[in-house]
């Protein structure tokens, strides 16, 4: 029997502090369509398995009407997330779907795909993000899957002041995305926080994250010290089991994590494998229409 001086301790929790701030860079893709790009530039490369993030928000047509039209993908997954407008998703597979207001569409390219990404629309806002996820040696070659999940079927989790929006991940309070992805545990919330509050959650030890502040500002606290995140900026998030954040005065952001992957990473345009020999090897299979 253990005395009271023997007694397991109960584990230290450490806060995640902010180890990198990165301004979001203008950025265009697609047929010119304008971006905010925040991962994925000479800053920031790569977040393992993190890959990209983009960010569309313009109420200029001219800004994101030309779209996204076909082009081909390999090795790895894209996420987009739609606060505003319409996006139109068509692909070789025989997958099509309009995502709306706080839908979602993940879409794995494995093996290849060749897809495009419209606005339905001609004028007005339109405001969303889309993440690439890197997939591990072993799956980059699955079938092509897409998935399509509107407003109402990505679970909101409440507190005091806050709000969760979980697309991927499951939060402490038990709240569970639709999409779980099993090499990269991936976590994907949108987190709106009422002026004055505060959010405490925790957070895999094995991940890497990042926050994407897009409205207002929200301050990470680590240690009894407070780092102010601004509108348009991301926070490399260093290592702990827990992420403390406060805003005086209300604010958005995307939380998101991943466990690396730990494997060699050639990036080649539109496809993403372990060596370059593999890139070239796409980009044969394209052009031979293999996809």
Known sequence: ???????QAPPISHHRAVTQIIP????ADGAGVRLTRFL???ALPILDPLLL?????SDQPQDYVAGFPNHPHRGFETVTYVLAGKVR???NKGHRGVIEPGG???????RGIVHSEMPEQTDGLLWGFQLWLNLPAAEKMTAPKYQEFDASEIPEEGRDGVTVRAIAGRTS?????PIQPAATEAIYWDLILEAGQTFTESLPLTHNAFLVVYEGEVTVQAEGQGQAISTGTLAVLGAGDRLELST?????????AGKPLNEPVAHGGPFVMNTQAEVLQAQRDFLAGRF
């Open 248 to 256: 005086a005065k209300g604010g958005r952001a995307l939380l998101i």
């Open 89 to 91: 998703h068509e692909d």
């Open 104 to 110: 979602v569409q993940w879409m794995t390219a494995g």
């Open 24 to 27: 979001g860079l203008p950025a």
């Open 173 to 177: 309070q038990g709240t569970t995305g």
């Open 53 to 57: 993030l983009d960010m569309m928000h």
């Open 1 to 7: 029997m253990l005395t009271s001086s023997h007694r």
């Open 40 to 42: 994925g530039t000479a």
